[in-house]
Structures are given as structure tokens and as C-alpha cells.
């Protein structure tokens, strides 16, 4: 049984508002995007990883990296296409219980650890499941004109971190299912879920955080720099 790792790396990162996508600014001196793929290829469980590329991508080249157990294929417009994109690189090969492993490209700073844990607590589980943890602040719906309309139970709300581990067919009907019923997933978890199952979660470090806003850069930059990383 093989495990493999998917990196949807195919975003814009509109909310960053920066020319280069959040995936190719340095943190540490490294492109976020190569903290990811190492942090991946570390973990020797992992077989193969499928990095997923924009069609119009300038800056991959750029980095001239290479690993035997590594290949590269283009994105769709949503995240869940890109990870569709990624499964359908691997479909002659997967076998439909391999896991796959979905990791966010911008979340350089997964530890091995948490990678492991994830294998280690899913690797018997017959849905699959993610990397979580729980929420300590408390939690506000907001209305128009950004007045609250009312507070959540923070009580069982987790934030949803990557990776994500599912067996490959499971994972596959689950994405082709969201792009054919046309629902907008933002995570492979959700996907499963429309299916009616209930992923379980690990979890994970809050450190495990995703590149989003340009202070995430900053928070990252520490984390990194405190692992001796520099
Ligand atoms: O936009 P967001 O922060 O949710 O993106 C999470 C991950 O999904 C990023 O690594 C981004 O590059 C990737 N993505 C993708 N294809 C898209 C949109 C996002 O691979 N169409």
C-alpha cells in the first residue's frame, strides 16, 4: 500500500496582495513552497508527491528543484480542481486503498511530527481524517455593517489544518462528486462529509498555520527561525 502526498500549490493568494503568489515569497530565506515540499519528502513514508502548478506559473523554473519522488501537474480554478488535477496525475497507479495525503502549499510549517501522528492514527481507519485544533477564542457571526448578530459555542468548533489523509478512490468520488453537484469545498474533509461520512480528526500544532495575511509571514519566519531553520 503506498502513500502519497498531494501539494495544491495552483493559488493566487489574492488576499495577500502581493505580485508573487504567498507559495514563492521567502521565509527564512527559502520559498515557502520548498519548506512544504521538504517537510513532506521528509517524512519516508510518503512515496510520491504530485506539486500542483498554475498553467501560467513563472517562478517554479526558477527554483530548479528536483526529487526522484516528486512530479509536477497543473491546477483548476478551485483548490478542490487542483487536488482533483493531483489524484488524476497518479490515477494509473494509485491503487484505490493507497492514502493520499493533501498538504496546503502555503503551510510551511507542519512538523514531521504531526505528519506521522496523522499516519499513525488514520493508517486503520476506514473514513480517513485531518489535522485539527480546537478554537480558544471566541467565535462571533457577523451581520451587515460588521455588527454581531450572535456568538458561537466555541465547544467542539476546530479549525481544519493540513494535511488531510484519504484512501484515494473515497478521495476521488468525493471531489469528482463537489465538481459535478457544482459545491465549492475548501477542504478534501468537507468533500467527504457531503458523501455522508464523518473524517476524524488528529490534533495538530497551532504553528501549522496557513500563509494568508502578510503578518502570517512574520509568525512563520519565527517558528522557522526557533527550529534552526535560518
Ligand atoms: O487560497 P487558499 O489559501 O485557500 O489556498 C490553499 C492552497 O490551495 C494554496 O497552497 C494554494 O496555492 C492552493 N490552491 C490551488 N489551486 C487553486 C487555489 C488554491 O492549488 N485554484
Redesign the pocket.
Known sequence: MTIWAI?????????MGSIT???YISVCGTPV?VH?IERLLAVEEIQQLVV???EDDIWWSELNFYDPRMLTTW?????F???LNGLEAIIERAEPDDWVLVH????PCVTQADIRQLILELSEHNVGGLLATPIDDTVKKIGVDEHVIGTLDRNGLWSALTPQMFRFELLYKALSNAVTKGISV?DEASAVENLGLKPKVVMGEKSNL???HEADLIIAEAFLSSEGIE
Do not use: C, H, Y
Open positions: 501539494l495544491p500549490a495552483a493559488g493566487i493568494g489574492r488576499r503568489p504567498k507559495q513552497l512544504s500542483v502548478l498554475q491546477g483548476g480554478d478551485e483548490r480542481n487542483s487536488v496546503d502549499a502555503v503551510r475548501t496557513k500563509i494568508t
